[in-house]
């Protein structure tokens, strides 16, 4: 490629580049599940686990940890998919909108237990509900629905994963479905209102860097091979490459018949000039790659050498050549 810049990086979508907050999270959930299984802590998580309500330390454990390892593990996935935000709007932002959600939860669960019948009370939900589900208002709201497919009946989308994995988690139990609505709440009240504007002082952030940034913060992503940079294998990423390449063949057809881009004209334009060369049959020449088409699709990144290949093949078709270009990688 000309231009490694103007080519959406597949790995970008990996890793925690940025996002350190979301990597500690993930690295507390998963490891204080795993500890709770381990026979010498067993007996202390289970005593959290079924007597939290007459002590505010059991109380708040209860709600950092996860018992079983379905919701361990959906939670896992969800705060993979979430921690766009926190490269969005920063790490100091992130955890402020986390521990504000927490906190709200946490005392709505314990304000409403009074109020509800005892198989729905939100705090016989263990686990961190409250900081993990209100992210899902964000996600609705601002997360761009990218492409879809009907899967029958039912449409399919980028965005139905997470909330199929969301409903796993919510749905495990009456008072998990009371703990999810209160989440819902929770999250409309921060990430809708100027809450979610506040952010933790920049010393907060400068400690934990100075302490643990060795090992929650993740280097950038490395670049993959030129032949590799066109490979992406996700599908927002040939949605936008496509468009982009698309884009820029109807500039380049644009500047080649001088006509607007999009324009019924240039399709007029190109039928009558091919209707031109047809008028007077000859006898077949070897095809030679038109230098405008050559020159177009360079500047788009393709090899000098794949492109007049392509355009040899497409017997001087732009549309085609282009085609075969993408086709081929």
């Given at each position: 490629m000309?231009?490694?810049?103007?080519?959406?990086?597949?790995?970008?979508?990996?890793?925690?580049?940025?996002?350190?907050?979301?990597?500690?999270?993930?690295?507390?959930?998963?490891?204080?599940?795993?500890?709770?299984h381990v026979p010498s802590f067993a007996p202390i998580f289970k005593k959290i686990f079924t007597d939290s309500s007459g002590n505010i330390v059991r109380?708040?454990?209860?709600?950092?940890?996860?018992?079983?390892?379905?919701?361990?593990?959906?939670?896992?996935?969800l705060i993979y998919f979430f921690r766009i935000f926190e490269r969005r709007c920063g790490s100091l932002r992130f955890t402020s909108n986390l521990l504000m959600s927490w906190l709200m939860g946490l005392s709505l669960d314990v304000l409403l237990t009074p109020a509800l019948p005892d198989s729905?009370?939100?705090l016989l939900s263990p686990g961190p509900l409250s900081l993990v589900l209100p992210l899902f208002v964000p996600f609705y709201l601002r997360i761009p629905l990218t492409s879809s497919a009907q899967f029958g009946p039912v449409p399919v989308s980028t965005k139905s994963l997470p909330y199929l994995l969301g409903l796993q988690l919510a749905l495990?139990?009456?008072?998990?479905?009371?703990?999810?609505?209160?989440?819902?709440?929770?999250?409309?009240v921060v990430h809708c209102t100027s809450l979610g504007g506040l952010v933790l002082p920049g010393a907060v952030g400068k400690l934990f860097r100075s302490?643990?940034?060795?090992?929650?913060?993740?280097?950038?992503p490395s670049a993959p091979p030129a032949s590799q940079l066109m490979g992406a294998t996700l599908e927002i990423q040939r949605t936008q490459q496509a468009e982009a390449m698309e884009q820029q063949l109807l500039r380049a057809r644009a500047r080649q018949f001088n006509v607007p881009?999009?324009?019924?004209?240039?399709?007029?334009?190109?039928?009558?000039?091919q209707g031109a060369n047809i008028r007077a049959p000859q006898a077949p020449a070897p095809v030679q790659p038109s230098p405008v088409?050559?020159?177009?699709?360079?500047?788009?990144?393709?090899?000098?050498?794949?492109?007049?290949?392509?355009?040899?093949?497409?017997?001087?078709?732009?549309?085609?050549?282009?085609?075969?270009?993408l086709q081929d990688m």
């Amino acid at each position: 490629m000309a231009s490694s810049g103007s080519v959406i990086n597949q790995y970008t979508n990996v890793g925690f580049y940025k996002a350190p907050v979301s990597k500690t999270l993930m690295l507390i959930v998963g490891s204080s599940h795993a500890a709770s299984h381990v026979p010498s802590f067993a007996p202390i998580f289970k005593k959290i686990f079924t007597d939290s309500s007459g002590n505010i330390v059991r109380l708040v454990a209860s709600k950092l940890v996860f018992p079983d390892t379905r919701s361990t593990i959906l939670a896992l996935f969800l705060i993979y998919f979430f921690r766009i935000f926190e490269r969005r709007c920063g790490s100091l932002r992130f955890t402020s909108n986390l521990l504000m959600s927490w906190l709200m939860g946490l005392s709505l669960d314990v304000l409403l237990t009074p109020a509800l019948p005892d198989s729905w009370s939100p705090l016989l939900s263990p686990g961190p509900l409250s900081l993990v589900l209100p992210l899902f208002v964000p996600f609705y709201l601002r997360i761009p629905l990218t492409s879809s497919a009907q899967f029958g009946p039912v449409p399919v989308s980028t965005k139905s994963l997470p909330y199929l994995l969301g409903l796993q988690l919510a749905l495990h139990s009456p008072a998990t479905i009371a703990s999810t609505l209160v989440s819902v709440a929770v999250g409309l009240v921060v990430h809708c209102t100027s809450l979610g504007g506040l952010v933790l002082p920049g010393a907060v952030g400068k400690l934990f860097r100075s302490t643990l940034g060795w090992f929650i913060e993740s280097g950038p992503p490395s670049a993959p091979p030129a032949s590799q940079l066109m490979g992406a294998t996700l599908e927002i990423q040939r949605t936008q490459q496509a468009e982009a390449m698309e884009q820029q063949l109807l500039r380049a057809r644009a500047r080649q018949f001088n006509v607007p881009v999009g324009g019924r004209q240039m399709r007029l334009d190109e039928m009558w000039a091919q209707g031109a060369n047809i008028r007077a049959p000859q006898a077949p020449a070897p095809v030679q790659p038109s230098p405008v088409m050559v020159q177009a699709l360079t500047d788009m990144g393709f090899p000098r050498q794949r492109v007049e290949q392509a355009l040899t093949r497409a017997n001087n078709d732009m549309e085609q050549a282009t085609n075969f270009l993408l086709q081929d990688m």
